[in-house]
Structure formats: structure tokens, C-alpha cells
């Protein structure tokens, strides 16, 4: 069982920036492929940006392009969404998910956002953007 751990939620402003990271247990990080999703109040869990194992194409939900950037640091094992320029509508509870086994190489946008393709879930770190 992979343990994920997301970190740098918080209460900002909207128009500013927030930091999260996720660091991961395990010695194979480099084979997972990473994702981020957001869930808000009385709505269903949605990707925000998904990430595979050879980091060659993220791919992001159409209210996260040009906003938000999803990275990995596999010496680190930690993998990273910088969110700029946020909204109050991106106000919601952030996971962190890691596709363990078997994750492929290359990766589709449909893949990457299908929760289904995830093995293990992070607790969730909260983002609140105020108006």
C-alpha cells in the first residue's frame, strides 16, 4: 500500500497562488503515475491534472489549463500542483493519487482523469480562495 500525503492547502486570496505537494512512500515513486483531483461541497470528486510516469505529457482539466502546473521530483518522490491565478470556484478539498500498478508509460487525457486508474488516495488537503 502506497501512503500519500498532500500538504500546502490554505485560505488565499482570489487571484493568488498556492503550492501543493504530495510526498509518497515506496521505493518505485518513478513507476507510479501521479494525479490530482478536487472534490467541493455536494459535488462528485473531478481531475484537475494527472501526470505519468515519464512526466512527457500532463494534462489538465479545462478550468485548470494555463492556471496550474503539475509536476513530479522523483528523487524526492513528491509530486506538485502550483496553482496560480485562483478562483473562488476552485475552492475544494485537493487528493493526491498514485497509479501503482502497472502504470504506463504514456498515458492518455481519459486515462489520466478516470479515478478508476488510481490504487491509493492521499487524505486531502483543503484550498479556499476567497473573492
Known amino acids: 500500500q502506497v501512503q500519500l500525503v498532500e500538504s500546502g492547502g490554505g485560505l488565499v486570496q482570489a487571484g493568488g497562488s498556492l503550492r501543493l505537494s504530495c510526498a509518497a512512500s515506496?521505493?518505485?515513486?518513478?513507476?507510479?503515475?501521479m494525479g490530482w483531483f478536487r472534490q467541493a461541497p455536494g459535488k462528485e470528486r473531478e481531475f484537475v491534472a494527472g501526470i505519468s510516469r515519464s512526466a512527457i505529457n500532463p494534462y489538465y482539466a479545462d478550468s485548470a489549463k494555463g492556471r496550474f502546473t503539475i509536476s513530479r521530483d522523483n528523487a524526492k518522490n513528491t509530486v506538485y500542483l502550483q496553482m496560480n491565478s485562483l478562483k473562488p470556484e476552485d475552492t475544494a478539498v485537493y487528493y493526491c493519487?498514485?497509479?501503482?500498478?502497472?502504470?504506463?508509460?504514456?498515458?492518455?487525457?481519459?486515462?489520466?482523469?478516470?479515478?478508476?486508474?488510481?490504487?491509493?488516495w492521499g487524505q486531502g488537503t483543503q484550498v479556499t480562495v476567497s473573492s
Open positions: 515506496g521505493r518505485t515513486f518513478s513507476s507510479y503515475g
Open positions: 493519487a498514485a497509479d501503482v500498478e502497472n502504470a504506463p508509460l504514456y498515458i492518455s487525457r481519459a486515462y489520466a482523469a478516470s479515478v478508476g486508474n488510481y490504487d491509493s
